[in-house]
């Protein structure tokens, strides 16, 4: 069983599309992220949810926009698409949101805009 | 957060142990470090974590002197599937989201 999946696994669509990404922890994870690696390679947090709620909001667009339904699952929402959003969105959870404890990562979901 | 300083690249051979070392200057005292594990094409792993002096588990070990201002993750015998980007962490316990570098590419060959 996969720890933390995330859908889709690519991405192709047009500048200005709306799309979204999907993840699921099947871990009892309290805390799930969203980061997103660029293409040099930066991995870099975009937003933290803890029990469903909101608690890391880095200097993000507010064309993206995650939704937790349940504490195993943290969609990511992202409206009019730019070129710049070409990258690698990695969903992750861990345990609670202290520091000491291992996130878990998926696999990614490689966006590319054309 | 504090702020972490790696070599870019390392090459090895097979059976080899490798040793990377990070440098933490401005770590605090509730302050823990990490080492992460990347492969093309996947999300980071966790590896190992530590506050001080060594840590051991089935994969690596991680030394830590008693400044703390340094800390080397070593990788007994590698093989060429531990050929990975390597990241270096410092995490407040009080908790925060991980802040990556650039990591250290690690290149294994025959």
């Known amino acids: 069983d996969t720890a933390v999946s995330q859908t889709p696994k690519y991405l192709v669509t047009q500048m200005g599309n709306d799309k979204s990404i999907k993840c699921e922890q099947n871990?009892?994870?309290?805390?799930m992220y969203w980061y997103k690696q660029d293409s040099k390679k930066f991995l870099k947090i975009m937003f933290s949810?803890?029990?469903?709620?909101?608690?890391i909001n880095e200097t993000v667009p507010n064309r993206f926009s995650p939704k937790s339904p349940d504490k195993a699952h943290l969609n990511l929402h992202i409206n009019s698409l730019e070129l710049g959003d070409s990258a690698v969105y990695f969903c992750?959870?861990?345990?609670?949101?202290?520091?000491?404890?291992?996130?878990?990562f998926g696999d990614g979901t490689r966006l590319s805009i054309l | 957060l504090a702020k972490t300083t790696q070599p870019i690249s390392m090459d090895s051979y097979e059976g080899q142990e490798v040793n990377i070392t990070c440098s933490h200057n401005?770590?605090?005292?509730?302050?823990?470090i990490t080492w992460y594990q990347q492969f093309p094409s996947q999300g980071p792993r966790f590896i190992i974590q530590?506050?001080?002096t060594k840590v051991t588990n089935e994969v690596a070990s991680l030394f830590i002197p008693a400044d703390r201002k340094s800390s080397t993750l070593s990788l007994p015998r590698v093989s060429l599937s531990d050929t990975a980007v390597y990241y270096c962490?410092?995490?407040?316990?009080?908790?925060?989201?991980?802040?990556f570098g650039k990591g250290t590419s690690l290149l294994v060959t025959p």
């Open positions: 992750a959870s861990s345990q609670d949101f202290s520091g000491n404890q291992p996130q878990h």
């Open positions: 962490l410092v995490i407040s316990n009080s908790g925060y989201a991980l802040n």
């Open positions: 530590g506050y001080k």
């Open positions: 871990l009892g994870h309290d805390t």
């Open positions: 401005n770590i605090a005292t509730n302050d823990y």
């Open positions: 949810y803890n029990n469903k709620e909101l608690i």
